[in-house]
Structure formats: C-alpha cells, structure tokens
C-alpha cells in the first residue's frame, strides 16, 4: 500500500517551534517531489510547501515563508516541515502527499496522502 505516515504534531505556545516528519511506506521517495498541506477546521485545505526530488526547487505559501522549511532524507525515505515562530493561525491538521512529478513546478496532481499529524498553537 501507498502511503504516508505524519507524525511530529502537538499542542505548542505562539512562537514555538515542531519538526513534523513524513515517512513514505509501498514507494521510494526520491522518485517524487513531496508536498505539505494542512487544513484548519472550517477550511479548505492549504498547500504549503513543496519540495523536488533533487531538494531544489523548494517553494512555500507566503503565509509561511521565512517561518517554515522542508527538507528531505531520501535515503531515510522521509520528508520534514521544521516550523518555527509558530502563530495560531497555524493550528490544523498537516498532511504530506506524493506529487504527480519530480519537480515544483506548476500544477500537478498529488496522492498517496497519510493521515495527518495535528498541530494546535494556543497559549
């Protein structure tokens, strides 16, 4: 089965920091760019970063840009979303996905989503 599995999530204070991990099972991740979403109750889901196979191009959505950073450990099979200086605007649950190419650029389908990690950022 093809699939991801997030963890990482937690309840943090504003301006905290969490390092969310995405770890791919049925599939090698250094044939896939990997995207991060995430969806706040009562929203639509949000893309908030992706990165390419290579590491480069990486882009991120200008709600977290300078705050948040992706990376990827294709050896490990895993991809990370080091989020710091978090706000509670933040809160939601983050999902990672398999993009339908090996590059950021675009449009492009993605699938083999996990089930989330919930992150929630309250005093």
């Known amino acids: 089965q093809l699939q991801f599995a997030e963890s990482g999530g937690g309840l943090v204070q504003p301006g905290g920091s969490l390092r969310l991990s995405c770890a791919a099972s049925g599939f090698t991740l250094d044939g896939y760019a990997i995207g991060w979403f995430r969806q706040a109750p009562g929203k639509e889901r949000e893309a908030i970063s992706c990165i390419s196979t290579s590491g480069i191009p990486r882009n991120y959505a200008a709600s977290v840009k300078g705050r948040f950073t992706i990376s990827r450990d294709n050896a490990g099979n895993t991809a990370y979303l080091q989020m710091n200086s978090l706000k509670p605007e933040d809160t939601g649950l983050y999902y990672c996905?398999?993009?339908?190419?090996?590059?950021?650029?675009?449009?492009?389908?993605?699938?083999?989503w996990g089930q989330g990690t919930q992150v929630t950022v309250s005093s």
């Open positions: 996905a398999r993009r339908g190419n090996r590059i950021c650029v675009g449009p492009s389908e993605y699938d083999s």
